[in-house]
């Protein structure tokens, strides 16, 4: 490129806020009002409103979630059990429930309820990073095929028995993560062109390794058939019987995964208007795709390795999120974190009290959700809405 042209798209995608201390992701000068990039949604009590009402609802779900189950408890007994487990304010609480109850709480539900919400807030973060990496309000975070590399591993693993175990993990979840992270290595390495990484390719590549790999769960599950109800079930996606362990295993991954997208806000603002404009701005696009990728890809494989494929979630948060704080992904995904948690365990208290006393897989109730949405979502493509 000449030393002209460079200077002529240097002037045309100059950051506003260059030599005046403003955010350099805010506005691009040069181009008609209107047409900066992602529009910001009204500021201040709009999105504070939907922050608060988030929490708000995130909190009391919680608080339902952990009283409400097979044996139901009283609300004001859940509080003072969660308030007297709390180091610093133990002393101020008399312990006058009975054991058992306790038990439960802490035991069982609490750290259920807990990895609902860490879980519901990685699909939904990385969903609305990969709709926004790929300019698709349609993209989910199995796009690229890892929940389908994840469903073979757990199949291989159901019917090998593996013995490893690994920080109180099993080998079911093990072999989730590793077939979940190997698809996506498979993916992006399938997807390069030289140095790059084209968008159109990452989504093919995807689809295509997807598909093989469900054929490849099809033909385990036809194989080891005295596994089945456990492969199916796992693959409706299931929080029933995970515990501190599930947890405290899944943690660090969907930290990191969740950390690292939401720091790329920006870059992912810059991205909306096409890896050339973005490229103008000074963001490394390839560098950023392949950062967004991995994290994205980290954060699913963790999910699914904890608590199966658990569809929806991932699609239907950040785009109802999106029409409320608008397309903006450094407001847009810490709030769909809070959403997607609010999701996740409000659909686990409806699978675990919906049928009494089993219970449902919560795939299947967020299916019940997405499924519908979904469609809708489809229709107004097809108006030319999206």
């Not at 709009?46 to 009283?74: E, M």
């Not at 492969?231 to 990191?256: F, K």
């Not at 806000?265 to 696009?285: F, M, Q, S, Y």
Request: with cysteine.
């Amino acid at each position: 490129m000449t030393a002209r042209t460079g200077s002529a798209k240097a002037g045309r995608g100059t950051r506003a806020g260059t030599g005046d201390g403003r955010d350099p992701g805010a506005r691009v000068v040069g181009r008609r009002p209107g047409a900066e990039g992602p529009r910001a949604a009204p500021r201040g009590v709009g999105r504070g409103v939907v922050f608060a009402v988030l929490g708000l609802g995130l909190g009391l779900a919680g608080l339902l979630a952990v009283a409400l189950g097979s044996v139901s408890l009283p609300l004001d007994e859940v509080a003072r059990i969660l308030a007297h487990a709390v180091p610093g304010l133990g002393t101020a609480v008399t312990p006058d429930w009975p054991s058992s109850h306790e038990a439960i709480i802490l035991s069982l539900r609490l750290p259920r309820v807990l990895l609902a919400a860490t879980v519901g807030a990685a699909l939904a973060v990385a969903g609305g990073a990969f709709q926004g990496l790929f300019r698709n309000p349609m993209a989910d975070p199995y796009v690229i095929g890892v929940s389908s590399g994840a469903a073979l591993g757990a199949a291989l693993a159901f019917t090998a028995h593996p013995s490893v175990t690994l920080l109180g993990l099993g080998g079911v979840p093990l072999a989730a993560f590793a077939g979940a992270i190997g698809t996506a290595f498979v993916v992006y390495g399938l997807s390069r062109v030289g140095r790059s990484v084209p968008i159109g390719n990452l989504l093919l590549s995807g689809v295509a390794v997807g598909a093989l790999l469900s054929a490849l769960v099809s033909l385990v599950v036809v194989l080891g058939r005295k596994h089945l109800d456990e492969i199916v079930y796992w693959l409706m996606g299931s929080l029933a019987g995970r515990g501190w362990t599930h947890l405290a295993a899944a943690l660090p991954y969907l930290a990191l995964g969740g950390a690292t997208l939401l720091l790329l806000g920006r870059d992912l603002n810059a991205l909306l208007l096409g890896e050339e404009e973005a490229a103008h701005l000074g963001i490394p696009v390839e560098r950023t795709k392949k950062i967004i990728l991995a994290a994205g890809s980290l954060l699913t494989a963790a999910a699914v390795a904890t608590c199966g494929v658990v569809g929806f979630v991932g699609l239907i948060v950040p785009h109802i999120v999106r029409l409320l704080v608008g397309p903006d992904n450094r407001v847009l995904l810490p709030v769909s974190a809070l959403a997607g948690s609010l999701l996740l365990i409000v659909a686990d208290l409806v699978a675990r009290v919906a049928v009494r006393p089993g219970e449902l897989p919560v795939g299947v109730v967020t299916a019940i959700i997405g499924g519908p949405f979904f469609l809708y979502l489809l229709r107004r493509s097809r108006s030319g809405v999206l």
